[in-house]
């Protein structure tokens, strides 16, 4: 199973996920013969680019959020 496409995090990448869906609308024998491999292609670069953007954020998010874990914890213990 894969997840949805046509999400709130992949809205960056609309535009090359309405080419797929265009291009699949052609038929099955397009599909079959590879005609929508470079839509496909230009989907999976665009989707990576926004996962690795979240992950980038996350990652900043998560450190600030530890630094303030850290700050209220050292406030607790002086304050004990």
Partial sequence: MHPHL???D???CEE???MLDE???RGFLFKATGGCNDAKT?????L???RAERTKQNR???GDQKTRIRAKWAEIDANS
Wanted: glycine content about 0%; aromatic content about 0%.
């Fill in 42 to 46: 230009a989907v999976n670069k665009c």
């Fill in 10 to 12: 992949n809205s960056s």
């Fill in 23 to 25: 291009c699949h609308a």
């Fill in 16 to 18: 090359v996920m309405a």
């Fill in 60 to 62: 900043a998010d998560s």
């Fill in 6 to 8: 046509h999400t709130k």
């Fill in 48 to 50: 990576r680019a926004a």
